[in-house]
């Protein structure tokens, strides 16, 4: 979470107790069609370790179905994992890397002065007040405003050409 770039998980196979967490801390998860997962602590008697499956599992796909996983150690597939929302994709091994690769290349178009304010804006948002979230969105939108890759996004947009950003 405190990585200031987008971090993808690409997922092929189980992804169970540690793994499950790491897997939870990325920023984007995208599944092979063999991957699995499971937070199987309670069946060790452990709680999560790393605090991810407790702290942003609930955040990721609700409390219930969190609370469901957590408390039984169930295993779920990669379809069960994309139709709780833990994972983005579901495609075939083989298509893994480039999926996750495309994915990661999503992102290169963006400011990464803007990226890593957005990323540290909604990470810490799950855990403050919605007023100290905003008195905090303002000053980073400040930062921004003045930021060479706002003036380069806005160049760019009026120039009607790709914005090249260099992160300042």
Not at 12 to 31: L, N, S, Y
Not at 69 to 80: K, N, P, Q, T
Request: hydrophobic share 50%; aromatic share 8%; with cysteine.
């Amino acid at each position: 979470m405190a990585c200031p770039k987008p971090v993808v998980a690409a997922v092929d196979g189980p992804a169970v107790g540690m793994g499950a967490e790491f897997a939870t801390q990325c920023d984007v998860r995208i599944a092979s069609e063999r991957a699995r997962f499971g937070w199987n602590f309670v069946q060790r008697g452990l709680v999560p370790d790393t605090g991810a499956g407790s702290f942003l599992l609930p955040r990721l796909i609700g409390p219930s179905a969190a609370l469901r996983l957590l408390l039984s150690g169930e295993l779920i597939g990669a379809d069960e994992a994309l139709r709780l929302g833990f994972v983005t994709a579901v495609v075939p091994a083989e298509d893994l890397a480039a999926a996750a690769d495309a994915e990661a290349r999503r992102y290169l178009a963006a400011s990464p002065f803007a990226v890593r304010r957005v990323k540290a804006l909604v990470y810490a948002g799950l855990a403050r007040p919605v007023d100290e979230h905003l008195r905090e969105t303002a000053a980073l939108l400040e930062e921004c405003f003045r930021s060479d890759d706002h003036r380069e996004g806005v160049a760019a947009f009026l120039e009607r050409r790709s914005a090249h950003f260099s992160g300042g």
